[in-house]
């Protein structure tokens, strides 16, 4: 790429624009639009691919400067053509001053020609290196030849009939969704975890890359160019697919416009919907998880961020073609600053919209977008702070002093030559001043964390089976009622009952010699004979009791859970293996899993209320905090938890359960307590449940359902929000959370691999 040379950019902040003669260059293009009953005109430069839309008083402005007038002579004459809505002296010197910028003109006076690649080279505003690093740009080459070679095959899918097929389509996925609605919802709890990531990631690539090429495919169906498409890496991370479909901003029709703009969000919606019936009625595991993966990817993730109009991607677009307002972020920004600077600084300049294109829809459109901005800018910045390992904080730091710089430039330049009077502004920022320092110190703020609940009954009894047997008869079904001492299940062992039946024998033909040995006065044969007949007794207890566990009984009264219960018989079960559970009538508790930033603020305010919403179920629950475990643990809380189960909490095949112990968990006194695999006290309980433990410590909490109502069933999770009951200053807070978030980076950062 030939750069151009260090005398094409004009210096427009000190050129004496009284004696320049700049002139339009001769490959910008213009082209006119119809917007209601106003021109609108797009000017193209043909060589650097860059478009601008314009009214009709900038456009007559422009076509004036021809390298014999200056700028002060060309608004002179536009100001007579137009009278009162021909454009000020400062909308022309912004004009100038972008067209300049973008090498729209060539400065004949001042020499400084501009150089153009003889080849067509873009020549663009250079971004800073700061956004080079943070948002790089790999461009893949012209798709112009591809494009035009697909346009045949696939143009169809544009066509009026296949858009009102497309509409019935939505309509009948839709339908069809609502039947499932409570299954689907239910899903979108794994779309999270990170067994899903790879998925979800290649299916959201495809899906770009098809998303891409329709906005390519409408361009050239109405005859525009695609000079390039590429990938963009956001902050490092996340790639965004692109394609050059600018050429259709000179497309005269809006109906044209608008469908390139729209091609993307089109063709997603349209797999989405197609996937919908995929994975409603198919059966393979494989493609049912592919198709739900589509219908995220295609239709959520597109509808935040691709139909979003306060992002210039095709939602703004559409907009923007809707509204009938040309250059909308533009517009908007404008708008959005000189309602800031009128309500900060007591700006008294008229509103900058001098084509009247509905300043209120503006406007909004403009605070929107800003706060929209903020929000952005603030989650970029969170998220480089973590990347490299340290240096993401160091980059965070630069771009956060970039933007303070610049606000800070901007306010000095709009108190020097902004017209901006310092009497009406320094009074407003000073009110501001005192209304933020006293929302920051009056304030009271609860603070709230998220952290992972599961309803669980703590006073639940789990039934194992005591001795080795095939089942025989199962006698209860999932949510069935039980009784203590009701038989659950009957086992059969014959090799166990032969055994006592020889056992009971032996026992009666010692017990005889006893007797005998008694009778006949053989007192050192009949001492030995009474141990040995005492050891057949206690072995024939110990047997018996083995014998009567085959019919394996309710050990308190509650409801059965258990899986598959249906399936028992016929199935030989070992000693120990767990077969269901009884749970007590009353509702469940909330066993509560908190990492260590949640768990700050669980500990501080242990007795606060906390509120759960549990995965694919609607409504929450209340419930209020009556225990905290003070020290982190591995142990996993509950088996539904993992994410071997489909659970969001990541683990790993555990190391034993002495080293459980050795990492310091809280102890119980009972065996039989719900946390009691936790401490070791119930080694087999442990070992039985889960081999499994956590990847990083957290804390344990519980909390009582306020009321019964519908209670949760045993296992269901979801997430609980807890809140301090004591407020808290919002400054002290903003101030404490910024600290420990720098802090945690800081060890997460420095952390050895």
């Given at each position: 790429?030939?750069?151009?040379?260090?005398?094409?950019?004009?210096?427009?902040?000190?050129?004496?624009?009284?004696?320049?003669?700049?002139?339009?260059?001769?490959?910008?293009?213009?082209?006119?639009?119809?917007?209601?009953?106003?021109?609108?005109?797009?000017?193209?430069?043909?060589?650097?691919?860059?478009?601008?839309?314009?009214?009709?008083?900038?456009?007559?402005?422009?076509?004036?400067?021809?390298?014999?007038?200056?700028?002060?002579?060309?608004?002179?004459?536009?100001?007579?053509?137009?009278?009162?809505?021909?454009?000020?002296?400062?909308?022309?010197?912004?004009?100038?001053?972008?067209?300049?910028?973008?090498?729209?003109?060539?400065?004949?006076?001042?020499?400084?020609?501009?150089?153009?690649?003889?080849?067509?080279?873009?020549?663009?505003?250079?971004?800073?290196?700061?956004?080079?690093?943070?948002?790089?740009?790999?461009?893949?080459?012209?798709?112009?030849?591809?494009?035009?070679?697909?346009?045949?095959?696939?143009?169809?899918?544009?066509?009026?009939?296949?858009?009102?097929?497309?509409?019935?389509?939505?309509?009948?996925?839709?339908?069809?969704?609502?039947?499932?609605?409570?299954?689907?919802?239910?899903?979108?709890?794994?779309?999270?975890?990170?067994?899903?990531?790879?998925?979800?990631?290649?299916?959201?690539?495809?899906?770009?890359?098809?998303?891409?090429?329709?906005?390519?495919?409408?361009?050239?169906?109405?005859?525009?160019?695609?000079?390039?498409?590429?990938?963009?890496?956001?902050?490092?991370?996340?790639?965004?697919?692109?394609?050059?479909?600018?050429?259709?901003?000179?497309?005269?029709?809006?109906?044209?416009?608008?469908?390139?703009?729209?091609?993307?969000?089109?063709?997603?919606?349209?797999?989405?919907?197609?996937?919908?019936?995929?994975?409603a009625h198919s059966t393979s595991a494989f493609f049912g998880t592919l198709a739900w993966n589509t219908i995220f990817a295609a239709s959520t993730i597109t509808l935040l961020f691709n139909a979003n109009p306060l992002m210039r991607f095709d939602g703004y677009f559409l907009v923007s073609e809707i509204a009938g307002v040309p250059n909308l972020a533009t517009r908007g920004r404008q708008a959005a600053h000189w309602f800031c600077r009128r309500l900060f600084l007591g700006d008294s300049r008229p509103f900058p919209d001098q084509a009247g294109l509905r300043p209120i829809f503006v406007t909004i459109y403009g605070?929107?977008a800003l706060v929209w901005q903020l929000i952005v800018m603030t989650g970029i910045l969170a998220l480089v702070a973590g990347l490299f390992r340290g240096i993401g904080l160091v980059l965070a730091a630069l771009m956060l002093g970039g933007i303070l710089i610049g606000l800070l430039k901007g306010l000095a330049n709009l108190f020097r030559r902004g017209g901006i009077r310092p009497g009406r502004a320094l009074p407003r920022l000073v009110l501001t001043l005192i209304l933020l320092g006293s929302a920051l110190t009056l304030v009271k703020v609860h603070p709230g964390a998220k952290a992972v609940a599961v309803a669980?009954?703590?006073?639940?009894?789990?039934?194992?089976?005591?001795?080795?047997?095939?089942?025989?008869?199962?006698?209860?079904?999932?949510?069935?009622?039980?009784?203590?001492?009701?038989?659950?299940?009957?086992?059969?062992?014959?090799?166990?009952?032969?055994?006592?039946?020889?056992?009971?024998?032996?026992?009666?033909?010692?017990?005889?010699?006893?007797?005998?040995?008694?009778?006949?006065?053989?007192?050192?044969?009949?001492?030995?004979?009474?141990?040995?007949?005492?050891?057949?007794?206690?072995?024939?207890?110990?047997?018996?009791?083995?014998?009567?566990?085959?019919?394996?009984?309710?050990?308190?009264?509650?409801?059965?859970?258990?899986?598959?219960?249906?399936?028992?018989?016929?199935?030989?079960?070992?000693?120990?293996?767990?077969?269901?559970?009884?749970?007590?009538?009353?509702?469940?508790?909330?066993?509560?899993?908190?990492?260590?930033?949640?768990?700050?603020?669980?500990?501080?305010?242990?007795?606060?209320?906390?509120?759960?919403?549990?995965?694919?179920?609607?409504?929450?629950?209340?419930?209020?905090?009556?225990?905290?475990?003070?020290?982190?643990?591995?142990?996993?809380?509950?088996?539904?938890?993992?994410?071997?189960?489909?659970?969001?909490?990541?683990?790993?095949?555990?190391?034993?359960?002495?080293?459980?112990?050795?990492?310091?968990?809280?102890?119980?006194?009972?065996?039989?307590?719900?946390?009691?695999?936790?401490?070791?006290?119930?080694?087999?309980?442990?070992?039985?449940?889960?081999?499994?433990?956590?990847?990083?410590?957290?804390?344990?909490?519980?909390?009582?359902?306020?009321?019964?109502?519908?209670?949760?069933?045993?296992?269901?999770?979801?997430?609980?929000?807890?809140?301090?009951?004591?407020?808290?200053?919002?400054?002290?807070?903003?101030?404490?959370?910024?600290?420990?978030?720098?802090?945690?980076?800081?060890?997460?950062?420095?952390?050895?691999?």
């Open positions: 790429m030939v750069k151009p040379s260090h005398t094409t950019a004009a210096d427009h902040a000190v050129l004496d624009w009284s004696r320049a003669h700049p002139r339009l260059r001769p490959e910008v293009r213009f082209t006119c639009q119809r917007l209601r009953t106003e021109a609108i005109y797009v000017a193209e430069d043909l060589i650097s691919r860059q478009y601008v839309q314009m009214g009709l008083p900038e456009y007559r402005f422009i076509r004036c400067l021809d390298g014999t007038r200056t700028p002060s002579e060309a608004l002179a004459h536009s100001a007579r053509i137009h009278g009162i809505t021909a454009l000020t002296s400062q909308d022309a010197s912004g004009l100038l001053k972008w067209l300049l910028d973008h090498q729209f003109l060539e400065l004949t006076s001042t020499g400084q020609g501009i150089r153009r690649d003889q080849h067509g080279t873009n020549h663009q505003v250079p971004l800073s290196w700061l956004s080079r690093i943070v948002f790089p740009k790999i461009p893949l080459g012209n798709p112009q030849e591809f494009l035009i070679r697909l346009s045949p095959w696939l143009g169809w899918t544009l066509s009026a009939p296949a858009f009102l097929g497309w509409l019935a389509l939505l309509l009948s996925a839709g339908w069809t969704l609502t039947g499932h609605w409570q299954v689907f919802a239910g899903a979108a709890a794994q779309a999270v975890l990170p067994a899903n990531w790879f998925f979800l990631f290649v299916v959201y690539i495809g899906l770009k890359v098809i998303h891409e090429i329709w906005h390519g495919l409408a361009t050239v169906r109405h005859g525009g160019n695609v000079p390039e498409w590429g990938v963009q890496l956001f902050a490092l991370v996340t790639p965004l697919s692109y394609v050059d479909a600018s050429s259709s901003w000179s497309f005269p029709s809006k109906r044209a416009r608008m469908q390139v703009a729209f091609a993307g969000i089109y063709i997603e919606l349209a797999l989405a919907a197609a996937s919908v019936f995929v994975w605070m929107m669980s009954h703590p006073d639940k009894a789990i039934v194992r089976v005591e001795s080795p047997g095939l089942v025989r008869e199962v006698n209860c079904a999932e949510g069935d009622l039980v009784f203590a001492g009701q038989i659950l299940l009957r086992l059969e062992n014959q090799e166990l009952e032969t055994q006592l039946e020889r056992l009971r024998l032996d026992v009666r033909m010692s017990g005889q010699r006893v007797r005998l040995y008694l009778r006949e006065k053989q007192l050192a044969a009949q001492q030995a004979e009474k141990k040995l007949f005492d050891g057949l007794v206690e072995k024939e207890r110990i047997l018996s009791k083995q014998v009567a566990a085959l019919e394996v009984r309710a050990p308190r009264e509650g409801i059965i859970h258990g899986d598959a219960l249906a399936d028992f018989p016929g199935r030989f079960l070992h000693a120990g293996d767990r077969v269901l559970m009884v749970i007590p009538p009353g509702p469940p508790e909330f066993l509560i899993s908190a990492s260590q930033e949640a768990a700050e603020t669980l500990l501080r305010f242990p007795d606060s209320e906390v509120t759960v919403r549990l995965r694919g179920r609607p409504g929450e629950w209340h419930a209020q905090l009556h225990r905290v475990e003070t020290r982190a643990t591995t142990a996993l809380p509950h088996p539904a938890l993992a994410s071997t189960a489909g659970g969001p909490l990541i683990v790993r095949r555990s190391g034993g359960i002495d080293s459980e112990r050795e990492r310091g968990l809280a102890v119980e006194t009972t065996a039989r307590s719900e946390l009691a695999h936790f401490t070791g006290a119930d080694r087999r309980e442990a070992q039985n449940q889960s081999p499994d433990e956590l990847v990083d410590p957290r804390f344990y909490a519980r909390a009582k359902l306020s009321d019964a109502g519908d209670s949760p069933l045993e296992g269901e999770w979801g997430y609980a929000r807890f809140s301090s009951a004591v407020g808290e200053r919002l400054g002290p807070h903003l101030w404490r959370s910024l600290q420990d978030w720098i802090k945690n980076k800081i060890q997460k950062n420095t952390k050895p691999a």
